[in-house]
Structure formats: C-alpha cells, structure tokens
C-alpha cells in the first residue's frame, strides 16, 4: 500500500516552453501533496504545498507564476513548470500522507521526474 | 525555524563493519522524526517513524533510535545493498511539512 506514481519520469524541453508533471496517489487519498525540488547530491527542498480544492502554499523564494500547481482530485496533483529555463533541470519529487494513517504521519513520496531544460 | 543537520556527509564501511549515522535535529515539538533511504535517480523510501525520547524501530540490519535532540541509525554488519543515500527528516505539530536533513552517502564496499 501507499504508493505514489509521477509522470513522466524524466523529460527533455526545450527553453521557454512549458512541462507538466502528474503526482498521483495510487491506492489512498490525500487532501495534501507536496512538491520538492532536489540538485545533484543535495538534499530534498520543499517548494509547495498542494491542497486539494484551494490554492498551493509556496515557500519562500519559489515563484507561484513560474510552478503551477493543481490538485484537482484527492490522488492527483500537477506540477507546471512554465517558460521553462535550464537553471529549472532538476529532480521534481512529489510526497503524500494518507488522510487515513491512524495516528502516524508518514509521507510517501514519488519516484521522481528528472526535468532537463535545453 | 526547524533545522536538521545528519552526520558523516559520507560513509564508506566494508561488508559487516556496523556504524552509526547521527541526525541531530532542531524544532519546536516534534510531531514525527523520519528516516528514509534514497537510490540515485529514485524518490525517498520510507523506513522509520520515532515519535518520542526512547523509542526504537528495528528493519533488517536497520535499528533507529531517538533522544530529544539527535536520532541514530544503526546499520549492523552491512551488506553493499544497503549503499544509499539515507535522509533524515522532521515534522512538527504546527504543519505537514517535512524538514530534511542534507542526508548521509552511504557505501559499503565487498
């Protein structure tokens, strides 16, 4: 149980357009997802906070223009990364905890998307 | 503001030489510490959740404990396997958000 899915898992642009990533939650729901950001040989950097049925939370010093996020359902969330720029390749990573998880509070993240921007 | 900081950066043992990884945390009320294991190029595995001082989890050749500042994670006779990134994280009881710790590269060598 509590498996996470992204697509795609790794994807090529070119600078200026725009790649969306899905997060989906396979066999449980979440009301929360969350979007990390993660460079070679660095740790995992929180980006957003995706809520389903009300706007995302960034932190700070994350563009809300330039990643767009959308949780449409309680098992899917997008990642829009848009006019996209090389210094946006990177390892997109999405996480969830159940809504159901009796009291503890793991999150399960995602495979990953490896973005590079050409 | 939460911080978590893990030691050694890197560790590189030989097959059945144990040692320990340190993760040292800062947070105002600890709702859940986690350690988790990544393999390049793939998302965090889940190992462990420690919720209070003196708790202790066990998984294979993985044993994790934790005190009020710093949580271990000891790795008794290691096989190469078990080479990986192992990232500590905390939450605590104001949001959902996770703090990651920079994370420990663990190789172990035949």
């Known amino acids: 149980g509590a498996v996470v899915s992204q697509h795609p898992s790794w994807v090529i642009c070119k600078s200026g357009t725009s790649v969306k990533i899905e997060c989906r939650s396979l066999d449980f729901q979440a009301t929360t997802m969350f979007w990390y950001r993660q460079f070679p040989k660095q740790s995992l950097m929180l980006m957003a906070t995706s809520n389903e049925g009300s706007k995302a939370t960034y932190e700070q010093g994350v563009e809300k223009d330039k990643f767009l996020i959308n949780h449409a359902s309680l098992t899917l969330s997008t990642l829009t990364v848009t006019s996209a720029h090389p210094e946006d390749s990177s390892f997109y990573i999405c996480?969830?905890?159940?809504?159901?998880?009796?009291?503890?509070?793991?999150?399960?993240f995602g495979p990953g998307t490896r973005l590079t921007v050409t | 503001e939460d911080q978590v900081t893990q030691s050694p950066e890197a560790l590189r043992l030989q097959e059945g030489e144990s040692s320990s990884l340190n993760c040292s945390y800062t947070v105002s009320g600890l709702r859940g510490l986690f350690w988790y294991r990544q393999d390049p190029g793939k998302g965090p595995e889940f190992l462990f959740t420690l919720y209070s001082a003196g708790e202790e989890k066990e998984k294979e050749r993985l044993k994790a404990t934790l005190t009020k500042k710093e949580s271990f994670l000891h790795i008794t006779a290691p096989k190469p396997e078990d080479s990986a990134t192992y990232l500590c994280a905390v939450r605590d009881n104001y949001g959902q958000n996770f703090v990651f710790g920079p994370g420990t590269r663990l190789s172990v060598l035949p």
């Open positions: 996480s969830a905890p159940p809504i159901a998880t009796g009291g503890s509070y793991e999150q399960y």
